[in-house]
Structure formats: structure tokens, C-alpha cells
């Protein structure tokens, strides 16, 4: 395809995506000056629709991208749309806070992609039974109950409330002693390590088997991976606009509904790059979404984010966005890897102060 048909394309694509509506040949050169005839537009549109990249639209002379012509605008898509400065500031000051709860960070996330884009944002939580314990905090909080919270290297990873009728220097001394012995050690590691001393018969050092049951209540395992998704009434809302079924949307819910599902999809797509990806319409394999197109990447460790919406998307701020959070949160998460040891325990109490004072 030579230049000035990639141009046509682009044109009825970008137009499309701004209005929803065909382009026709003469409202075309009015717009571009591509330097050439009425006539020599026209045929490069039959080329393109013989091509199967655009068709006619309903009773108009204007042509309208197919599937195929949005893969093709994808591909062909080199440089990305640039994020205004005010989704920039946004992002940013969404991202100031230093460390916070893993779950929060993760939903504030898939807010921003869906505030930002316009469409639904969805991320998914990396493997937490990979992540490595830096230390455990116990907090008195009345005569039965204490917080229990687990700082991982990823930041605040688990709080709970548990019960307990040891006095807060004894939960100290266990939060200390366990933070001693654990450190470094993976989640499920340190789970398996919990329940071994927590089971144990005759264990020479009540204190020892003490904050291993308390770690265990801690550390009780949540049933499925976490996906967060932000801004579903976006999508409800593109969809309805483009004329697809009530029962076709119905799908597209249900699917976000099952973590499990789309979250295996998405972790077989991200498996062999972390690179920007998108499935449009039917090329997704899951079929639900054949009215949707997906823009998404991976982010380390083992996680994947990114924003659900029409195949009439703007590709072009999909892609920069998903690229531009997506660095953000790896790095997050991956300074905190590299300078968590150094965090203490006060800090983590100050961090979750809100939850233990509510």
C-alpha cells in the first residue's frame, strides 16, 4: 500500500473514531489536502474496501472502518498520542504518595486508566504468594482484638483485624520476632512456615508457636487472583452507542465479573511480552468481548493493566496511557523492591494508622 492510501485510511479511521460517522471522498480533500482529484480518492477507497480495511456505510457514499482496518491503523501506529498535561499532573499526583496498601494502589490504578481513557480500566494483581514478607506489625486495638498488618516488599500487602488477648508490648515483641525470622521470605513460604509452628505438639517456645498462629490469621489466604475494574458505566455506554445487543453487553459484564477467567486470558497474553498489545473485536479469543477491543500490557511482577472499550477506540490514547501508567506503577512497585528493607516498623503503623483509628 503506498503512502497516500495509508493516508486515506488513516483519515476514515481517525474520523470515525472522533465522530462515529463514514467519510465520504469529498468531505476528505476538503479536510486533507492530499493534492489529487476527487477521482483519484474514490479509487483508493475502492481499493481499500476491495482490501476488506474499509466498507460503505448504510445507505451513505462515506466508508467506514472494518476490524480488519483498525488492526492494520494499529499496527501501522508508530508513534503514540501524547497524553494532554493535565492527564500527566493527574497521574502524577495520583502516584505521590510514597508507599500505601497494594489493594489501593491497584484500584486507584484501573480508576485512572478509566478517568483518563474514557473507558473501563482493569488491572490485574500481580502473584502476592511470589512477593516477599519485609515485616510483620501487630497494634493493640482493644482488650480482644489487635490489627495485624503485613508489609511485603510490593508495600502494605494484608491488615487485619484478629483476635488476641495478648498486651500490645507482647505483640510487639511477636511483630519483631517474627519480622526477624521471616524476612526476605516468600508469602507462601512464609504461610507454609506459620502453619508447621502453628500445628506443632510440644513446641519447646509458647511465644514463638504464639506468633506463628497470629501470623496465620494474618496471612489467611484469599480465595482467586484480584482484578480490579473502574469505569463500567463508560463502556455500557460506547457500546450502547455503537448499537450493539442488550445481551451482548450483558456478556461483556459477566466475563469482568469472573476474575478468574479474563484473568487467565490476560496472563496468557502478557506471557511472552510486556509490551502495549491490543485484540480488536473478534480477533480476542474470549468471545464475549467481540464487540470490544482490548489495549493492555504487563507490568512486573506478573501483573497486567489496561482499559476496555469500543473497537471504535482511540488507539492512539489507549496506547499512550496504558504505556504511561503502566511504567508508573512498575516503577512503584519496583522501588519499593529495591529500598523496602530499609522500612520500619513504625512506619508501616503510621502508614495504615487510618485503619487501625477506624
Known sequence: MDARKRLVLKAIVDHYIRTGRPLSS?????????????????????????????????????????????????????ELGELTHPDQHAITESYRVRRQEIERLLRQTALLLANVSGYAGFVLAPRLEESRLESVVFAKLDAEHALAVVVSELGILEHRVIPTRLSDA???????LLTERLRGKRLDEARREARRFAEAEGWHDPQVQTAFALLLEALEPRPGRRLYVEGLFNLLKSLADEGHRLEDVREVVRLLGDPERFGRYLEAQTAHTPNVQARIGSENDLPELAPCSLVFRGYRPSGALGVLGPVRMDYGKAFSLTTYIGNRLEAILTLSHGHGHGRSVEEALEVEGEVSRS
Open 26 to 78: 469529498q468531505a476528505l480533500l476538503r479536510k486533507h489536502d492530499l493534492g489529487v482529484c476527487s477521482a483519484t480518492i474514490r479509487n483508493d477507497m475502492k481499493y481499500l474496501e476491495r482490501q476488506g480495511l474499509i466498507t460503505k456505510a448504510y445507505s451513505s457514499a462515506g466508508r467506514v472502518p472494518t476490524e480488519k482496518g483498525f488492526r492494520f491503523f494499529v499496527d501501522w501506529l508508530l
Open 170 to 176: 507482647a505483640l510487639r515483641e511477636v511483630g519483631a
